[in-house]
């Protein structure tokens, strides 16, 4: 007897797929693509590699599927052992007497991309599981490899021509009708539900190969994962075993008596265009629990599986193909229900992150409570990223004393400068950078006049930004040159991409801090206080360096310069605890010395830090080790102290570096006390 399934109300968000760029741009942002389709057309489904075309070609069973002769689907292809190039990339099931497939829909497309269409594929009423249909290739997007289809997998594999490396990134967008949230079953009472892209082993793809990773929707509406392994049983990447979670946001099963609220939750949004990312590493033996399994959604990391088991080497190389799907595992086919239809655009593989719309960092920062912290995670390996490798002895990282980043509004990208604080000249000086839409760290290199330097580099405060004028200003250990950067030269930091300013006319020695004020002078100003305790300021307009205070009186040592747009003034203060700012006339204001609860120095190089909350205006505290690694805020109106949210972990053995971001203030930290390590923290609110 059949049943009809009425649809459950759930929210509806804004979505939109995030972002500004088109496709082709995303696909030229991405340094290492190995295939994308844009679904524009039957005749040409595959945007990249852009030649040869590839069109939809539909493979059917004429015995089990009769109404697909009559469908209008063309020539009838097969779906073989070798997925050779006259072989199909479509396949179509009947259900009740209609035949149903994978469709290009022109009315219904992602508008950000450019395209002229999106594939479509329906869940039907009184279906089988696999109804629908799905579309399928390998991740590299080329047919007629006969048995060399190159894989994703471990790097005791790199000896194989095939081998693409052990990390996959897979992007797409989403859209789904009311329809696809309704309740499926198996039996009455007993609910399944769908899948959207499945990453296999070499082709063909079957859920009996042994790599079987599963984006899945959990049956409360959550997009989530599991991995299918050698043994038949389930990897569910989330902290119960059975259920699919989303504990990486603190969305538990069970959650809230099992109805899952948003937030801590993440669900699906009806009728609007979604974006996905997947990130699978392989790590370790074939089947240990040792890869990462991560996924975002809307830029928002809801799976984290750093023990994931991922089965390799007997049966399977490595990831080698896809299905895109909506596949219902055991569906009813008497269940009576509207159709569901989900479209998918903007499908992209590739080994290195791509751009996402949707920026992580700000999509962590739009679900977290004010006065919080959370953690973001990052691509690009961080913790080498911080390290200095050239140097045995030292911190052995490029952030000790050195508690500043700058952050570019125009590009979206943290810049960091320094290096180890070690006297000799054999210190690894690095401009980093991290790509918030990527979300991936970067070394930049190191440039050529660094070298010529006769001490090492001592990091301080020795970065600022102009944003609106794209230059990055940098003064290096024992010079009176302040060099810029120009922040739309390509990825390379040489010498070709820094100027020099002016020498600023007093001793070279240790430069303790500079800061760009954009609202001194008609064009701005750049502040610098160095060795020699004297405030100087050099003017834009008339490229000319002044003296602002012949005797600071903040130390030689350790100075800090925080500019902050809410006020419109620059905090300087040191290791003296001198504390005084300047307006955009250049009137300095003296305040109350900082007091001993509030050091920022003691002398390490895992020091405190000074930064600005960019909503507020107050200015953020973290202290030294030594004093108790404690954070809290100053009003410089009020020229007062009070307690701010604590560090998510104190980390006295770490060096923090930290800048406004947006909305909110992001802390970079990185350590190499029992091996490199580093991440950051978002700080939202004070």
């Known amino acids: 007897m059949s049943r009809r399934i009425l649809l459950r109300k759930r929210p509806v968000g804004g979505g939109g797929g995030g972002g500004t760029l088109t496709f082709a741009q995303e696909q030229a942002a991405t340094e290492q693509l190995l295939s994308a389709y844009s679904f524009d057309s039957l005749a040409n489904v595959r945007a990249y590699p852009v030649s040869p075309t590839v069109a939809m070609r539909y493979v059917w069973e004429s015995a089990t599927a009769p109404a697909c002769d009559s469908a209008g689907l063309g020539t009838q292809y ?58 399928s290739l390998p991740i590299q997007g080329t047919l007629g490899l006969g048995s060399n289809f190159p894989f994703i997998g471990s790097t005791t594999q790199s000896g194989d021509p095939n081998y693409l490396g052990n990390i996959l990134y897979c992007k797409w967008r989403q859209r789904f009708n009311p329809e696809m949230f309704q309740a499926f079953e198996e039996s009455p009472g007993v609910q399944t539900s769908w899948k959207q892209v499945i990453f296999f082993g070499d082709p063909p793809s079957t859920s009996s190969d042994e790599i079987s990773i599963v984006v899945v929707r959990h049956i409360s509406d959550l997009p989530t994962m599991y991995g299918h392994t050698a043994t038949g049983a389930d990897d569910v990447y989330g902290i119960e075993a059975t259920k699919f979670p989303q504990d990486i946001l603190g969305c538990n099963y069970g959650e809230g008596g099992h109805t899952y609220p948003e937030p801590p939750c993440f669900h699906y949004l009806e009728n609007e265009w979604m974006e996905f990312l997947v990130r699978i590493e392989i790590l370790g033996a074939s089947a240990a629990a040792a890869s ?78 004010n006065n919080s912290r959370a953690e973001l995670k990052t691509f690009g390996g961080m913790a080498s990223i911080f390290e200095d490798t050239e140097l045995s002895t030292g911190s052995q990282i490029i952030n000790g004393y050195a508690p500043k980043m700058v952050y570019d509004s125009v590009r979206k990208q943290l810049h960091f400068t320094g290096a180890d604080h070690h006297p000799d000249s054999g210190a690894l000086f690095k401009h980093v950078r991290q790509d918030l839409a990527k979300n991936e760290w ?33 003064i290096p250990f024992n010079s009176t040159t302040v060099r810029w950067f120009d922040l739309d030269a390509d990825d390379t930091t040489n010498s070709s991409n820094w100027n020099a300013l002016p020498s600023h006319g007093g001793s070279a020695g240790q430069p303790s801090a500079i800061e760009w004020f954009p609202e001194y002078g008609s064009q701005g100003s750049l502040i610098f206080i160095g060795s020699e305790n004297v405030t100087r300021r050099w003017d834009k307009a008339s490229n000319a360096w002044s003296v602002l205070e012949a005797a600071s009186g903040y130390g030689s040592t350790w100075t800090v310069l925080q500019y902050n747009p809410v006020l419109q003034e620059v905090l300087m203060t040191g290791n003296l605890n001198k504390l005084r700012v300047i307006n955009s006339s250049g009137t300095i204001t003296s305040k109350a010395d900082v007091t001993a609860t509030h050091y920022t120095y003691d002398g390490s190089g895992y020091t405190g830090l000074w930064t600005v909350d960019p909503v507020s205006g107050l200015y953020v505290v973290v202290t030294d080790p030594t004093t ?40 970079a930290w990185a350590t190499n006390s029992g091996g490199a390590a580093a991440g950051m923290e978002i700080l939202k609110g004070t």
């Open 78 to 135: 097969s779906l073989g052992e070798t997925r050779g190039s006259g072989e199909g990339n479509a396949v179509a099931y009947q259900s009740d007497g209609v035949c149903h497939y994978p469709a290009i829909d022109t009315s219904i497309k992602h508008d950000v991309g450019g395209g002229a269409g999106s594939l479509r594929i329906s869940i039907p009423s009184k279906s089988a599981a696999g109804t629908g249909g799905f579309f």
């Open 628 to 667: 108790g690694r404690d954070c809290f805020k100053y009003n410089s109106a009020t020229d007062s102290f009070s307690s701010a949210t604590a560090l998510l972990a104190e980390r006295p053995l770490a060096a923090f570096s930290a800048c406004p971001v947006g909305n909110a203030v992001a802390f």
């Open 442 to 474: 970067k070394y930049l290199g190191e440039p050529s006049w660094h070298k010529t330097l006769a001490t090492g580099v001592h990091g301080y405060s020795s970065i600022a930004i102009d944003s609106v004028n794209r230059r990055l200003y940098f």
């Open 292 to 369: 990462l399994v991560q996924m975002w959604v809307n830029g928002l990391l809801v799976v984290h599986m750093p023990t994931a088991r991922i089965t390799w080497g007997s049966v399977d190389k490595g990831i080698g193909s896809f299905h895109l799907s909506t596949y219902c595992t055991n569906k009813d086919v008497t269940q009576v229900h509207s159709q569901g239809e989900t479209w998918f655009d903007d499908v992209m593989f590739s080994t290195t992150p791509p751009p996402q719309g949707h920026i992580p960092l700000e999509s962590l920062v739009s679900r977290m409570s």
